[in-house]
T-cell receptor, first 115, second 111 residues
Framework: DTAVSQTPKYLVTQMGNDKSIKCEQN?????MYWYKQDSKKFLKIMFS???????INETVPNRFSPKSPDKAHLNLHINSLELGDSAVYFC??????????????FGPGTRLTVL | SQQGEEDPQALSIQEGENATMNCSYK?????LQWYRQNSGRGLVHLIL?????REKHSGRLRVTLDTSKKSSSLLITASRAADTASYFC???????????FGEGTQLTVNP
């Protein structure tokens, strides 16, 4: 009955590798997000998808590519990993259709360590 | 500097005391939200206050919003050790559902 789930929880990899993080929500929400939280706990939005369409794309290196196969899933693929990509990545979802605004529900996070 | 700056950065109190955290922002907003993050966990939504509201309560939480000063405060009354966490304010602005987070306040409640 998990609302927003992410896999894996921990990811340790070498510089230059390509990796993916998966996210699924079972809340029936129409909007999903990826956030990056750095070592100082600063949380910054990376991408947002509404009904499988990209609506927010912050200044993120194009090595990061989100993919939304359906409304319930938003995956994050990262190419050519760099040391600076080490962080905790959070997926979130919300119901933002028809001008409704509200809380976002966060997944447990994926701690990525690039060696 | 960042939208949603918070102070203090860290706050340590005794159980039973009240904790007050402040958040300032720069732009016009649709709403302001407060989230809690326990160590090693995701963020949990606590309360949302809309731009036309001035005060909101939820259990032991009280949030105020002053749009003229572009600031908000979160008060936790009768704190408990389980309230130990990082607290973030986040503002929603514009037509999208983008949230801009503050830097957070680390609250420690000592038993």
């Amino acid at each position: 009955d998990t609302a927003v789930s992410q896999t894996p929880k921990y990811l340790v990899t070498q510089m230059g590798n390509d990796k993916s993080i998966k996210c699924e929500q079972n809340l029936g929400h129409d909007t999903m997000y990826w956030y990056k939280q750095d070592s100082k706990k600063f949380l910054k939005i990376m991408f947002s998808y509404n009904n499988k369409e990209l609506i927010i794309n912050e200044t993120v290196p194009n090595r990061f590519s989100p993919k939304s196969p359906d409304k319930a899933h938003l995956n994050l693929h990262i190419n050519s990993l760099e040391l600076g990509d080490s962080a905790v990545y959070f997926c979130a979802s919300s119901q933002a259709a028809s001008g409704r605004r509200g809380e976002q529900f966060f997944g447990p996070g994926t701690r990525l360590t690039v060696l | 500097s960042q939208q949603g700056e918070e102070d203090p950065q860290a706050l340590s109190i005794q159980e039973g005391e009240n904790a007050t955290m402040n958040c300032s922002y720069k732009t016009s907003i649709n709403n302001l939200q407060w989230y809690r993050q326990n160590s090693g966990r995701g963020l949990v939504h606590l309360i949302l206050i809309r731009s036309n509201e001035r005060e909101k309560h939820s259990g032991r939480l009280r949030v105020t919003l002053d749009t003229s000063k572009k600031s908000s405060s979160l008060l936790i009354t009768a704190s408990r050790a389980a309230d130990t966490a990082s607290y973030f304010c986040a503002t929603e602005e514009g037509s999208g559902s983008r949230l801009t987070f503050g830097e957070g306040t680390q609250l420690t409640v000592n038993p």
